[in-house]
C-alpha cells in the first residue's frame, strides 16, 4: 500500500533495503548493456557488455568481497581503484580489455561489466587468414602448375583458400564471443547477489565481518 512504498522510499534514500521476505524487496535483473551494432562481415560485436541495478546502497567495506568474485571468476588480480562510493576493476591480462564499475548512489547499487573484443577480432581474423592462407597458397600453386592449369584455376583456387580461413575465423570470433558472453553474465549476476547480501546485512545492522579483507 501507500504506507509500504513510503517507507520503502524512506529506506532506500538512507541506503537500505526491504528484507527479502517483505514486500518491496526486488532482486537485481541482469541485462545486455550498450554495445556497437552487430557487424555482419565480421560475424559479431565489437564489445560485450552486462549491467544491473540492485535496490539499496552496498556499504563500501564490502567491495573486497565483489573484488574477490571478479578475481576468481576471470582468474586475473586486475587493478582495483576505489574512488568516493564507486569500485572501478580493469583487467591486467594483455590478452583481454574487460572493465568492471560499482557505482553506489540515490538508494541503489549499478554494476557494469563489460569486454572490448577489437585486439581479439585482430588476433582471430589476422592470425587465422594470415597465417592459414599465407600457409596453403604454395601448395595451392604446386599442385595447379603440375596439372597445366594455371591461367584456369588460379584465381578461384586462391579466392576458395581465402573464403574457407574467412569462415573458420568468424565461426572461432562467435564462438569465443558466446563463451566469453556467459562468463561475464553469470559473474553480473554473482556481483548483484553479492551486493543484496551485503545490503541486506546492513539493514540488520553493521555487525562485524570475519571474513574481511583489505583491497590491493
Known sequence: GIATQFLDR???????APAPDEPGAAGAVVREGIRPPYNWWLGGHASISY???VPGEMP???FDLLVDQIRRALNDNGVVSVVGRSLNWTSADKQRKVQISVLVRDGKTTIYVGERLRDLIGALYGGIIG???GGSIGPIIAVIESLNLFPL???PAILASLGTT???ARYS???VTRSRSAVLQALTERLAD???ESIGRRSVGPGVRPDRKALR
Open 10 to 16: 524512506a529506506m532506500a534514500e538512507h541506503g537500505l
Open 51 to 53: 549491467e544491473a541495478t
Open 60 to 62: 563500501e567495506r564490502d
Open 131 to 133: 597465417g592459414g592462407s
Open 153 to 155: 584455376v588460379f584465381a
Open 166 to 168: 574467412f569462415s573458420i
Open 173 to 175: 570470433l562467435r564462438r
Open 194 to 196: 553479492q551486493a543484496r
